[in-house]
T-cell receptor
Framework: EAGVAQSPRYKIIEKRQSVAFWCNPI?????LYWYQQILGQGPKLLIQ????????DSQLPKDRFSAERLKGVDSTLKIQPAKLEDSAVYLC???????????FGSGTRLTVV | QKEVEQDPGPLSVPEGAIVSLNCTYS??????FMWYRQYSRKGPELLMY????GNKEDGRFTAQVDKSSKYISLFIRDSQPSDSATYLC????????????FGTGTQLKVEL
């Protein structure tokens, strides 16, 4: 079973620029999550999709962050404009459902300078 | 107060030692408790999960949950250098769309 694919692996941008991250979940996984992991902290949920509908985006800073999941498969997360405090690893995860936790990708490390 | 508290370490132990990692939490609604291992520059991978209180063993790893004290533990026996990683506890309730609340992670180094 292929894992969760994310790209790019690394990105450095200047503040006020925009950036987009891409995620391809495990085939057949209906639920997709985007987490933000700031250095020295645990992952924090930004948004959860069930197929192509949003289940939870309560912690997504909607003035600058947006996400979509077209056709219930791939997803993109965008930041526009970026701030210094957005420097973090952005993790995508997917699950079939149930309580077994979920599978994470390796993440995209964003540095905003 | 954070919902989940975890000592960030770092924790350094000699090879073969027994390692104890712990988390405390404040939300009584949490029912599922998980431990993830995260190697440097990788995503977290699920090690074990436990429902409600009790113990669960898997090879060298044992997870314990004490809901009365709101305290969970992960024990690693016969620790190996390959166990060197950050260990994250995570938990969730029975509803809420499977959202996980993570601790900050404990950095573990097992030395030869």
């Amino acid at each position: 079973e292929a894992g969760v694919a994310q790209s790019p692996r690394y990105k450095i941008i200047e503040k006020r620029q925009s950036v987009a991250f891409w995620c391809n979940p495990i085939s057949g996984h209906a639920t997709l999550y985007w987490y933000q992991q700031i250095l020295g902290q645990g992952p924090k949920l930004l948004i959860q999709f069930q197929n192509n509908g949003v289940v939870d985006d309560s912690q997504l800073p909607k003035d600058r962050f947006s996400a979509e999941r077209l056709k219930g498969v791939d997803s993109t997360l965008k930041i526009q404009p970026a701030k210094l405090e957005d420097s973090a690893v952005y993790l995508c995860a997917s699950s079939r459902g149930g309580v077994n936790g979920y599978t994470f990708g390796s993440g995209t490390r964003l540095t905003v300078v | 107060q954070k919902e989940v508290e975890q000592d960030p370490g770092p924790l350094s132990v000699p090879e073969g030692a027994i390692v104890s990692l712990n988390c405390t939490y404040s939300n009584s609604a949490f029912q599922y408790f998980m431990w993830y291992r995260q190697y440097s520059r990788k995503g977290p991978e699920l090690l074990m999960y436990t429902y409600s209180s009790g113990n669960k063993e898997d090879g060298r790893f044992t997870a314990q949950v004490d809901k009365s004290s709101k305290y969970i533990s992960l024990f690693i026996r016969d620790s190996q250098p390959s166990d060197s990683a950050t260990y994250l506890c995570a938990m969730r309730g029975t509803g809420g769309g499977n959202k996980l609340t993570f601790g900050t992670g404990t950095q573990l180094k097992v030395e030869l």
